[in-house]
């Protein structure tokens, strides 16, 4: 008898338990949802809000046309079940946390990777998997440098195309033993072969360095992106290219990049970010102009105030936007770089070298380029963009207008 | 409803708790009822009229057999079964396998069943089974009908088993719809076990999922026989930590709630023949075929051809029932054949051989089923164990050599949990370790489980199909 009653007690520590871990995250989840999260710093993303209920209208006609019988509803369509779930676990109390009890214990169990990124065999690089374009898919996207080269032939200027390697190909030694969605190379040496019409740089061999790209980032760091300047200044076959004065000085050390926020590995710590053009070149002769909204406004080169949020390589000349053009009076030439992120850290050292430097992106950029070329005295056009963004971006076919 | 989402156990199972346990006994049928509807409406709120329309069509079907039965019109009650058999078997092909005889048809040319594009309703084909066996059961006279519409409401939508099984039979049941014991002692043990089953699914089941996903995706030009072999052994323990974890969490969720629930899974994969398989694996499906379409039938007391005839249909039904696809029906027949062949005659031979022998011919049969099971086209189907007996690209590849490393940890464990080892060492501690090391696994098994769930990123719910 007194057995019994002391198993009932335990049976009964064991059920204040469990209801204790539900009810006690249950209402936390309540209060959350009550005062949700606008966006997550970690993962650097919006998060999930609460849905709108919508019934809808009733509508015969649709309904006996297939479509579904409550007009712009979201209940009876299911849609707004998901996104009450979703918002549950967005919303979900000490999220950061749990994302990061999840890496850890994908790595207790010695997983080499995590949501999509592989864990350096030195504990603290993080790669994004890479994937390569299929052979038809690369041999239209290399198809649009030749058109463009071919459009561009009238206007005398020459075209250059070159593609930043992916981590994964500079520092493949610090990859998981036989990892597969890495960049072997294989699309920059396809890419050389395809491309006829314009001129190829191979900037493959040009990034060796334990500090060329971030740690928790995709990105090229300002060392990075000077070893690809000199890179590119020796295939332009510049003699003497102007050098930045100085060293790399250092302006955070609490940069977590995109690759760090889609893993959740919060024992990996933070990389540090440089610059190494001074504001305004060594001589005070760089201005930047800027077209964030479309309209030309002067800006700063480093924009420091993007230091305190957690997309940090936005300090870059302010982040993404249509076109954005550095002029150095006692620079040389005239450049126009189609360009993604990577271009951002590179432009500063291009700006000691050349007179002007468009930065034009495709993505946001709907203007007819080969116009844009003759009406400013464009002398070089430049197609930069990572291995990666390659193969993904569907803004490639513009050039060819 | 899915049981593997924060919503679900912070707030739905909370609210159910609640709700439930301050109601009063007599009214928590109705309360369980309403819940349930709410658990199945979740998804597709219009499908709740499926529900209201088995309930109703289920319960006064019930009502005329016992009528009939009363009055001694035996060829009434019949005429009523066979109708609440109709009218399920119906509700299931019009559902499940409309599109695909209609796809079917179309390849022959012919067009007079246009194509519905009806999303399957979930656990259709567990609840139609359920409540098909409520008429059967009260005709045999093994149960009493139900002359409460609540109480049988609560049957058929009773949400802890109604998407993913076990699939009950209303004999198992009746007693406990009306009288059913509340106790902390049932409480704790429904928590140990909804515990272990929410842990199979979200630490084991989705942690091998994408290893299974990566080589169902390899094209086969780059398929190598490790990888195919690999791949399938992953989707194995998938679809068993899954599934079993899914019925660990029905009887768990059961117990909580007052119910027990049968068992639906015995160590499968400890299995030393196809036959044996069958016997551990989904229990509740094949006592269900065999109760209500293999005895009818005859069973195995008639003549050897009639057997073997009994035997096809059945495990043709149970190949279809599992998708309304070409490739479970040839899943279901290819158990078909192994089985007969065992009855026949190989079974005796096996029994003689030594255990691990037998323990590897009864994987390799079970292997090679779920390839038929989980590829779906037939042509990849074709490639595929093409690949698995080396006529692939090659033995290994270095994608193969990473794969294999990266899951090995997780595969050890697999191979582990799906043997009664930890069960057995459980039982060597000693009581008062047990008591100690209980709570402690219990909250790492519901703290990583729901770290995991918040994580989120891997988490399908494999029974869309059945």
Redesign the interface.
Known sequence: MKDNNS??K??????V???V???G??IA??IHMANPTDFSEQENRYLQQAPKFKLGTPDWKGFTEGRDFWKGGN??S?EF?SD??EF??DQ?PL?DE??Q???L?ERV?????N?GVYYGTDGKTLFAKYTDPSDEELRKRVGYMNTLGVNLIDAGVPVFFSLVPDKSYVWADLL?????NVDTGAMNEAAKELTSNAYYFDLYNALDGADSYYRTDHHWTVMGAKRAYDSLMEQFMIPNPAEPEGEPQMVSDAFYGTTWSSC?AGWIPPDEMHIWVPEGGPHGTISVTGYPEGKPIETPMYNLDKLQVKDKYAMYLGGNQPLCVLRNSEGRGKLLVVRDSYSDSLAPFLALQFQEVHLWDLRYNNMSLKQYVQDNGIQYVLVLYSASNFSTDINLSKLTR | MVFS???F???Y??AV?LFYYITPLKLRNLVLLILNLIFYG?????YILIMFASIGIDYTHGMLVTRCKAKGNLRGAKMAVASSVIFNLALLFFFKYWDFIAGTLEGFGLHFMPKLGLSLPIGISFYTFQTMSYTIDVYRGDARSQKNIITFGTFVTLFPQLIAGPIIKYKDLDDQLEHRVHT??K???G??RF?VGLSKKV?LAN?IGPLWDNYLATPAAELTTVGAWLGILAFSFQLYFDFSGYSDMAIGLGRMLGFEFLENFNYPYLSKSATEFWRRWHISLGSWFREYLYFPLGGSRVKKGRMIFNLLVVWAATGIWHGASWNFLLWGLFYFVCLVVEKLFLLKHIQKLPGWLSHIYALFLVLIGWTIFAVEDLGHMGEYFKAMFGMGAGFIN??T???L??Y???LI?AVVASTPLAKNLWHKLPETAR?VV??VC??LG???S????????YNPFLYFRF
């Not at chain 2, 729901?450 to 990123?457: C, I, K, R, S």
């Open positions: 198993n009932k335990y049976n009964l520590f064991i059920t338990l469990f209801c871990f539900i009810f995250f249950g989840l309540l209940f009876f299911g079940m009450f779930e549950v676990t979900f999220r749990w994302i009890l999840k890496a214990g169990l010695q997983k080499k990777e949501n998981p033993d036989n990892a597969p959740g | 989402t924060p919503y156990l912070f707030l199972f909370c708790l979740w998804g597709e709120p219009v902390v002692d409480f704790a043990s928590v140990q515990t630490l942690a270095s994608d050599v990473y794969y490393m990266n090995l940890p997780i464990i008591k209980l709570p219990l909250m519901l703290v990583m729901t770290a995991y769930l918040v994580d989120g990123t």
